[in-house]
């Protein structure tokens, strides 16, 4: 079992930056890989990038692919999304998610564990 939990979210101008965290309990973090999603109001859940969990293999959106990156501290049991040139499209709740197994997948039923999810908010 694993639990999630998000924050770093916030209310960003255009073009700034923000660095969501997600916590993980568990003594088994290391095993498993895991993602950032995230859903806009209306809309469906959305992969976004996602890490082995070695922390040698990622793969991402091409939507935030440039802008975004996705890291890992096994040691502290969190993994991290920077996000720079933040834009207004980019507003959504953001969820990280775990999946057991070696493979990195962007389909969100492949996704084991999910947290609650922090909100993301980019002014024009």
């Known amino acids: 079992q694993v639990q999630l939990v998000e924050s770093g979210g916030g209310l960003v101008q255009a073009g700034g930056s923000l660095r969501l965290s997600c916590a993980a309990s568990?003594?088994?973090?290391?095993?498993?890989?895991m993602g950032w999603f995230r859903q806009a109001p209306g809309k469906e859940r959305e992969f976004v990038v996602a890490?082995?969990?070695?922390?040698?293999?990622?793969t991402i959106a091409n939507s935030v692919k440039g802008r975004f990156t996705i890291s890992r501290d096994n040691a502290k049991n969190t993994v991290y999304l920077q996000m720079n040139s933040l834009k207004p499209e980019d507003t959504a709740v953001y969820l990280c998610?775990?999946?057991?197994?070696?493979?990195?997948?962007?389909?969100?039923?492949?996704?084991?564990?999910w947290g609650q999810g922090t909100q993301v908010t980019v002014s024009s």
């Open positions: 890490i082995s969990w070695t922390g040698d293999s990622t």
């Open positions: 568990g003594r088994t973090f290391g095993s498993y890989a």
């Open positions: 998610a775990a999946r057991g197994g070696t493979r990195l997948r962007v389909e969100v039923r492949e996704y084991d564990y």
